[in-house]
């Protein structure tokens, strides 16, 4: 069985919030590397909203989830997910020790994202259940496995301590990107692996990026073009294939259910942000923390909140 996984982002853009970065790496039959992994899951998985049937739905974020239908999509998918791993997190605390345990502690020390402690999670719900359970039997009927979902979640402070050093953005998005690439190295060390990556900051050329945090290995271009940079990193004893494409969240499975995971991880934390700021005005509407209405909502806080101090760096996003 041949290791195929997807990384994607949620929270690169916006002023306020976390940055998570997520993997999902399944086992799939060398025959389904380069299948169409929703046409081999059918039977308990779904490209489009539409005639889902029960099914899950498993798509470029941006596509499953609409703010004004709430989480939907996205919880159903996503506990489902990761129930077939084993037994699913019922706070948002346990999803996040879960997912990036390096992360937990670091995130619980912002005031705004303690409600994660309590932030309940409906994990045990017979329909998750029932889903979860069918997508299990799905993949195994086809030879595959959900064999690890992992994340690092970025929250402001962190983030503006990286951007200051490494003076980029995209760089801080791609070193974190390939601390995933070598967790999944690491925890499947006697497998070839192939990572699905969405194109990042709209580079082509990515050789030098990578030598630079897999010194240890030889790198191999396989083509660079405006749609598609393919890569292999060849160790003593295996091979990486790594491959940059242009909406690769709408192309792999895997990316999709890594952008909906890290969706998911982010748009909770952005309740427990605006339950916390809520609680000092009725007149405090919510933010999504995108920049326009990010800034709206720091305006709003020094408006209605005029005796809160707050340390800005630990809050606000410096690019």
Aim: charged letters at 30%; proline letters at 4%; hydrophobic letters at 40%.
């Amino acid at each position: 069985m041949t290791i195929l996984a997807g990384i994607d982002e949620a929270g690169f853009g916006p002023l306020l919030g976390p940055l998570v970065v997520c993997s999902c790496a399944f086992a799939v039959a060398p025959e389904h590397v380069e299948a169409d992994l929703w046409q081999v899951l059918k039977k308990s998985v779904g490209k489009k909203r539409k005639h889902l049937g029960g099914r899950l739905l498993v798509a470029d974020s941006k596509k499953a989830y609409r703010r004004d239908e709430g989480l939907g999509h996205l919880e159903r998918t996503v506990l489902a997910a990761m129930r077939s791993l084993g037994p699913s997190p019922d706070t948002l605390s346990g999803l996040l020790k879960r997912l990036c345990p390096e992360c937990h502690g670091r995130v619980m020390e912002y005031p705004w994202y303690q409600g994660a402690q309590s932030r309940s999670l409906p994990s045990d719900r017979a329909e998750l259940r029932i889903a979860a359970g069918v997508f299990a039997d799905d993949m195994a009927t086809r030879r595959a496995k959900l064999m690890d979902v992992c994340a690092y979640c970025l929250d402001a402070g962190h983030y503006n301590m990286l951007v200051d050093r490494m003076k980029n953005k995209s760089q801080v998005l791609f070193v974190t990107t390939t601390r995933l690439m070598q967790g999944l190295m690491d925890r499947f060390a006697d497998r070839d692996i192939h990572i699905l990556i969405d194109r990042q900051g709209g580079r082509v050329h990515y050789r030098e990026h990578l030598l630079r945090s897999f010194e240890q290995m030889e790198l191999r271009i396989v083509e660079e073009t405006e749609q598609t940079s393919r890569y292999v990193l060849q160790g003593r004893t295996r091979c990486v294939h790594v491959s940059f494409e242009v909406g690769a969240d709408d192309r792999h499975l895997p990316v999709s259910l890594a952008s909906m995971v890290g969706k998911y991880v982010r748009e909770l934390l952005m309740e427990c942000m605006n339950d916390y700021f809520g609680r000092m005005s009725p007149d405090l509407k919510p933010t999504a923390g995108y920049w326009t209405d990010g800034l709206r909502f720091l305006e709003d806080l020094r408006r209605f909140v005029p005796e809160l101090q707050i340390d800005r760096r630990q809050f606000v996003r410096c690019r």
